[in-house]
């Protein structure tokens, strides 16, 4: 008989109670310290007082009116994001494969309305993951996401990642777009070097192309900067943000040029609960603690210190780890050992890792995490390591 809540997930036999921090309470009072944050997403940690007080103060006031009226925390979130950014202008999703919905009607609408409808061609990479719509699994492409799903949406070109003279042999008449994660999550933290970031930015100049910049994981300071384009002095078209910037609450956005816009005007896009009053009123929280050039300092002070440490792990354990890898909070330990085995003695040890391809684990730290947390993480991965050679 089907389990009640649909067999699509793969779950480990943890139920957590409670968080606090960087630390998660299993219903049997076990404490795990979490270098997960729900993939990427409790980027303030669990139970942030500022959160709790933005999500309460507006639970009783006001939770969702829909977009046909004035959303005041919306306007606030979006001129912030405008403030700090490339962007001129931003919608709200609820996740990030909403917003790589947009991004794509976005790129071949600002085609449409230069009278080149033609152009609806986006150029990818292997790798990739941009959700689970429609639109996201064909933009990926691989077999694992499409497999058995009837049509996929045409108009993608996949790239072998780190191609570059593949992506000038790929552009044509029909190329709207090139759309990469500055660094690849999914795909087993693959960080796109600054120097190609820099090309492909000079590709799309040189074609007339939108540069679509995926930054739902690797977004909103996970990588140091407060999106991880910044540390190439780049700036996209069109950039898809989720995870983190809700610190927990389901919340995305699109946030792009006004050229790039051009097409989207009233009535082309919308969304019943996307930029709602409690998600924005959390959004706002987080985007004034990340934003801090203080706190993004002291994230890079904190990555600069687990790495150090994680090196040191990767040498002493050469049977179970190969390379340290990644950007600033944003690491994943390339394995010898099987990935999952390292994960699963990870829960043995009480600290919560991330599996993600290429054998890879990821480690995806509330961006609050304290120094003393960042000790502890080395020494239950130590433990954990040490009993996958004794496995
Ligand atoms: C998680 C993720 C998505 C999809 O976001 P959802 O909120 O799960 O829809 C898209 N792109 C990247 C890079 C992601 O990591």
Redesign the pocket.
Known sequence: MIASVLPTYNRAPLNFVKGEGAWLVEKDGRRFLDLGSG??VNALGHAHPALVEALTNQAQNLWHVSNLYEIPQQQALADKLVEHTFADTVFFTN??????ELAVKMARKYFFEKDQPERIEIITFDG??????SA?IAAAGSEKMTKGFGPVLPGFVHLTFGDLDGVTNAISDSTAAIMI?PV???GGIRPVPDADMKALRAICDEHGLLLIL?????GVGRTGKLFAHEWAGITPDIM?V??GIGGGF?L?AVLATEKAALGMTAGTHGSTYGGNPLGCAVGNAVIDHVADPDFLADVNRKAGLLRQKLEGLVSGHPDVFEEVRGAGLMLGLKCRAVNIDVVNAGYANEVITVPAADNVIRLLPPLTLTDEDVAEAVIRLEKAAIQVENA
């Open positions: 993939i990427a996740s990030g494969t909403e917003a790589c990739s993951f941009h959700g689970r719509s996201g994660e690849q999550g999914e995926d930054e739902v994981q690797c898809m989720a995870k389901p995305g």
